[in-house]
């Protein structure tokens, strides 16, 4: 399984005037570790990201890549009593217009407009599809829409099952030109061991090669997210080809995103690598 990287577009980081984040979260972060959405997660993250928009010394335009429709699916079929799928395809296409909804009902109640994006692989191989995608990304920041974007899980298959919501977020972000990808997650970033079951474990602050490390993955398996460090180590390799930076957080954290971009909270940060490619001429 594989994709195309994406090409640097037109739209680059010297034409804007605000700085553009990218922002993957995952089931566990939505669910708060339970098995069902927190509302009070998303009206944290809509405060976050309201905070950043309006922040006078360096604004910024967010993008948001979120899991979470399965989990959105299980909460819904159960408080209806209904019998849930066997197919994850399936269970996505209920919770998928579930989780839109309370990302829109949520965020405007924060004055945040939102604009969902299904997306898959094709959509960064087929250079036509890519630039529609592009395109549309960039015309919703443009007029103060906030992009939800997920992966289309309905269509998806081998996708689905390796949780490349991760990779997929890298892509979007090497499809913009972002400033920097924030992948949250249940952990800190990443440690030396698995800090699950080795409480002394070192958190690893800061990566300039993520080759260098790819000896201290161990992950472990969740009832409700299909990504772990293996896809973000590929994600934080995909932006460092790209020129952009990726910070690993832990979304358990009150303020995480805040905290973590002002340098307060312990996290992995991985530092960018080689030239943006629209900079470089390719």
Known sequence: MSATEPESGQDGQSQRDKRRLVLKIGSSTLTANSERISRGKIEDLARQILALQNDNNKPC??????????AAARQFVAVNRWPALDSKQAMAAIGQPLLMQMYHEIFRDFGLRTGQCLLTYRDFNNPQARSNTQTTLNDLLRNGYLPVVNENDTVATDELVFGDNDKLSAYVA???QADELILVSDVAGLYESNPHKNPQARLIS??????????CIDERKSSLGTGGMTSKLQAAEICQQHGIGVRIVNGDETNFLLKALNGQLPHSHFVPGAARRGDAGA
Do not use: F, P
């Open 61 to 70: 335009e967010v993008v948001l890549v979120s899991s979470g429709a399965i």
């Open 174 to 176: 090497a499809l913009l």
């Open 206 to 215: 800061r990566i300039d090669r993520v080759a260098d490390y790819l000896h």
